[in-house]
């Protein structure tokens, strides 16, 4: 795992602000870029639910512009989502040391959105509602998400920052693969002298097929009943006739594991931030039906006390040491908390847009926000003390929720600083500042 190298000298206000500065190309017109980052603040500051006219009152703006104006901008404003995560990856990508390989992981989540005509909605299966024996559907936007994986300065688990993002519609031609395929091109060329780990669940998996030619190693789970084989042997020197794509068939994944004969071997991996013995079985392996042209590296994890099931999991980079595999598998849970958090903290979900781009786009800020917050605090403020309660005073890292309260501190600071309540006390302002910061 990559950890974070880079500490800026550079205020908070000062990084936020040079950020957006640098998301300028991106707009067609100066006017849509100020608009764009009066939203963002407004975003950023509101204490109530976070609809765009919701978002308004708390803007930072000295032109008055129409509530129809900040729906166009989502709708049909003339700029490109795509050019402002590539603004804010160059920021991302500037926290990993030079030569280190860069962490991806990918993911997808239903962003619910109500409406009779909500573009790129459907309905699709609610994974908080459901449960194993019961599908719950609900309608929304199918996003598919792409961040890349840090560890923060004060370690743990790493954090995973949205670095691209894109809607799946149901009644389109592009399939969830298709779609990360798509934005691992794009950030691959964003990035061309650099190399790549993408770890992905089962759903992906197919993806390592897709991206033999790109510098991207995937790791990803395999189904346990997946027909594999031995990989194949050349010919013999006089043979004529094209070359074996694979060997004999081998045992399934769980028949491998159930076998009393798998020699395991005993690695200490990761889990949930702490260091847990695992037995592990390695072999490579080809399977066809989903990677017929480059062998893969099958890795079966077992819980020595039998108190969890059998794992499966494979990469394209052979070579790789199994541990690093369980490892870089096991990170892949940031995105699940990432997703929350941008639901649950920036209200990802509550931006009232229906027509054209509006609901992507809006979706697409969320979670730009999110990764914006967290590079902000990490350059600029990680050493910001830690707000404990007196139900949790065990907490010695910082959460999502601290680091945006560490930026709102600083936006709310200059907001009321230049108002007429900067007169006021000022014990008051701060008692004001710091309940503001922690709303909503």
């Keep these: 795992m990559v950890y974070f190298s880079i500490m800026s000298t550079l205020s908070i206000l000062d990084l936020f602000d040079h950020i957006i500065s640098a998301c300028r190309p991106a707009f067609a017109q100066p006017r849509t870029h100020k608009l764009w980052a009066a939203l963002l603040i407004g975003w950023l500051l509101t204490v109530t639910h976070r609809t765009l006219t919701g978002m308004l009152v708390f803007t930072e703006t000295t032109e008055p512009h129409a509530h129809d104006a900040y729906h166009r901008l989502l709708r049909v404003g003339a700029w490109s989502l795509s050019e402002v995560f590539h603004v804010l990856a160059q920021f991302m990508v500037a926290l990993l040391p030079p030569e280190a390989m860069i962490p991806l992981a990918a993911d997808d989540t239903l962003a619910h959105h109500v409406g009779p005509k909500v573009a790129g909605a459907g309905w699709y299966r609610d994974p908080v ?13 199918s996003l598919v998400i792409l961040t890349l994986l840090i560890v923060p300065p004060w370690g743990g688990p790493p954090l995973a920052l949205p670095l691209l993002m894109r809607v799946h519609v149901k009644s389109g031609t592009h399939t969830y693969v298709d779609l990360l395929e798509a934005m691992l091109r794009e950030v ?9 780990t993408l770890v992905a669940d089962g759903a992906y998996v197919s993806i390592a097929n897709r991206v033999t030619e ?9 189904r346990q009943d997946a027909h594999l084989f031995d990989l194949p042997t050349p010919n013999p020197p006089h043979k004529r006739g094209p070359k074996p ?11 491998m594991a159930a076998d009393p004969a798998t020699p395991w071997k005993y690695v200490q991996v990761r889990r949930k931030g702490k260091l847990v013995l695992r037995r592990v ?15 893969l590296l099958l890795v079966i994890v077992r819980d020595p006390k039998g108190h969890e099931e059998d794992d499966f999991f494979l990469t394209t980079e052979v070579a790789s040491p199994a541990q690093t ?6 990170d892949r849970w940031s995105i699940e908390v990432t997703i929350r958090d941008s639901k649950q903290v920036l209200g990802l979900e ?3 847009c229906w027509r054209e781009e509006g609901p992507a786009r809006a979706a697409g800020l969320g979670l730009w926000l999110l990764s914006l917050v967290w590079i902000v605090y990490l350059t600029s403020a990680p050493e910001t003390p830690v707000a404990t309660t007196p139900w949790y005073p065990q907490k010695r890292v910082p959460s999502f929720a601290d680091a945006l309260a560490t930026v709102r501190t600083e936006l709310w600071l200059r907001k009321i600083g230049t108002s007429e309540f900067a007169a006021g006390p000022a014990a008051i302002i701060k008692q004001c500042i710091h309940f503001l910061a922690r709303a909503a």
Aim: net charge positive; glycine share 6%; hydrophobic share 35%.
């Design 245 to 255: 794509q694979k060997g004999p068939p081998l045992p399934k994944p769980r028949e």
């Design 188 to 196: 691959c060329d964003w990035f061309p002298a650099r190399r790549f």
């Design 350 to 352: 509550e931006p009232q």
């Design 129 to 141: 509602a459901s449960t194993g024996t019961k599908t719950v559907s609900a309608p929304g936007l």
């Design 325 to 330: 595999v369980v490892n870089a598998y096991g």
């Design 281 to 295: 079985y390695t072999r490579q392996v080809i399977w066809h039906a989903v990677c017929p042209h480059r062998p």
């Design 214 to 222: 790109l510098p991207v190693i995937v790791i990803s789970r395999m």
